[in-house]
């Protein structure tokens, strides 16, 4: 019998990764709001990426309220039947609300497989669902949405790496490898995600922090005389991670600083992208608690980068927010 996943979104990582899956055969549905629902029917999925466009009409979709309601009533095997992955591709300001809507989907023997950055989204996960169900997971994609709803892919690297943190569900996790090796992207069972977890996170913390802080590309912060302070960055994040017992090695290490130094590279983060648009962004959870897990040691003093990129976020934050009370977007002033 195959392995039943829902897919939590239809943006651009739980749609590209969600659409290769269901385009290969695999048994796919989507958990999506009543819009993108609604837009998927006329639609379709649609991806466009350098590694092969894909076209899906009319993908199997389920809303919250439908898989609240088949929780309570008897309606139809396809959502009253627990699945057995669940693939959550959401931002960690939507867990919440992403926890409540899968809730009735979560049978005895259902596994969680989180692709989101940092730590954080595991401690609530485990309190909600229990840690024998929740997986380690990242994922290295680039994508988007463009205004019809079609998934963008914006160049040739996808890759999902998935894992036990405990180590001792190999066996059952060997089934959800087989299913996840599609053409579209690299799927790979890892035997140490939590160290891999940790590595994107000190990557993509230096990444957020350094292009929001500069409101710019890295090859654009080194031209201006300033990669030393990316570098400087990335080595405060390597150290609370190895004073969390995560410590990057040197090879690691040297590969980041490559490519954070690297004159041309049009390298910025997605929260940049989000910041220029006025969207919500994940400073809490890529930032914030990492800062907070250092304590008392490294990235905390008056002249941390890290606290001063954590700041900038959090002032934009608290900028949007007032913005919004006052009916107003993030770039209005009034006078």
Same mark, same amino acid.
């Given at each position: 019998?195959?392995?039943?996943?829902?897919?939590?979104?239809?943006?651009?990582?739980?749609?590209?990764?969600?659409?290769?899956?269901?385009?290969?055969?695999?048994?796919?549905?989507?958990?999506?709001?009543?819009?993108?629902?609604?837009?998927?029917?006329?639609?379709?999925?649609?991806?466009?990426?350098?590694?092969?466009?894909?076209?899906?009409?009319?993908?199997?979709?389920?809303?919250?309220?439908?898989?609240?309601?088949?929780?309570?009533?008897?309606?139809?095997?396809?959502?009253?039947?627990?699945?057995?992955?669940?693939?959550?591709?959401?931002?960690?300001y939507d867990l919440d609300?992403?926890?409540?809507?899968?809730?009735p989907a979560v049978g005895?023997?259902?596994?969680?497989?989180?692709?989101?950055?940092?730590?954080?989204?595991?401690?609530?996960?485990?309190?909600?669902?229990?840690?024998?169900?929740?997986?380690?997971?990242?994922?290295?994609?680039?994508?988007?949405?463009?205004?019809?709803?079609?998934?963008?892919?914006?160049?040739? &690297?996808?890759?999902? =790496?998935?894992?036990? +943190? $405990?180590?001792? %569900?190999?066996? !059952?996790? @060997? #089934?959800?490898?087989?299913?996840?090796?599609?053409?579209?992207?690299?799927?790979?069972?890892?035997?140490?995600?939590?160290?891999?977890?940790?590595?994107?996170?000190?990557?993509?913390?230096?990444?957020?922090?350094?292009?929001?802080?500069?409101?710019?590309?890295?090859?654009?912060?080194?031209?201006?005389?300033?990669?030393?302070?990316?570098?400087?960055?990335?080595?405060?994040?390597?150290?609370?991670?190895?004073?969390?017992?995560?410590?990057?090695?040197?090879?690691?290490?040297?590969?980041?600083?490559?490519?954070?130094?690297?004159?041309? &590279?049009?390298?910025? =983060?997605?929260?940049? +992208? $989000?910041?220029? %648009?006025?969207? !919500?962004? @994940? #400073?809490?959870?890529?930032?914030?608690?990492?800062?907070?897990?250092?304590?008392?040691?490294?990235?905390?003093?008056?002249?941390?980068?890290?606290?001063?990129?954590?700041?900038?976020?959090?002032?934009?934050?608290?900028?949007?927010?007032?913005?919004?009370?006052?009916?107003?977007?993030?770039?209005?002033?009034?006078?």
């Open positions: 019998m195959g392995v039943r996943m829902l897919v939590v979104g239809a943006g651009g990582i739980g749609g590209y990764f969600g659409g290769r899956l269901l385009g290969a055969g695999r048994d796919v549905t989507f958990l999506v709001r009543a819009q993108r629902a609604a837009q998927l029917a006329r639609t379709g999925l649609i991806i466009r990426s350098p590694l092969g466009d894909l076209d899906l009409p009319a993908p199997p979709t389920v809303t919250a309220e439908a898989l609240r309601a088949a929780d309570a009533v008897d309606a139809g095997r396809e959502v009253r039947e627990p699945f057995d992955l669940i693939l959550l591709a959401v931002k960690a609300a992403a926890m409540d809507d899968v809730a005895p023997r259902t596994l969680i497989l989180p692709l989101l950055n940092g730590m954080r989204h595991l401690d609530r996960l485990d309190e909600r669902f229990g840690a024998d169900r929740v997986l380690g997971g990242q994922c290295v994609v680039s994508t988007t949405l463009d205004p019809e709803g079609r998934i963008l892919h914006l160049d040739g &690297s996808a890759s999902l =790496a998935f894992g036990a +943190r $405990d180590r001792s %569900r190999a066996e !059952p996790l @060997e #089934a959800i490898a087989a299913t996840l090796s599609v053409a579209g992207f690299e799927a790979r069972l890892s035997a140490a995600i939590v160290q891999e977890m940790w590595e994107k996170w000190v990557s993509v913390a230096t990444v957020a922090g350094m292009t929001c802080l500069m409101r710019a590309a890295i090859g654009d912060i080194v031209a201006a005389g300033a990669g030393d302070l990316t570098t400087a960055l990335l080595d405060e994040c390597a150290a609370i991670a190895a004073q969390q017992g995560h410590a990057l090695s040197a090879a690691v290490l040297q590969d980041r600083r490559a490519a954070f130094t690297a004159p041309d &590279s049009e390298l910025t =983060a997605s929260m940049l +992208r $989000d910041i220029e %648009r006025g969207a !919500p962004i @994940e #400073a809490e959870q890529i930032l914030g608690d990492l800062l907070r897990r250092a304590g008392r040691g490294a990235g905390t003093g008056v002249t941390s980068l890290l606290r001063v990129a954590y700041a900038h976020l959090m002032t934009y934050d608290a900028r949007r927010a007032r913005a919004h009370a006052a009916g107003m977007g993030v770039g209005t002033t009034s006078e």
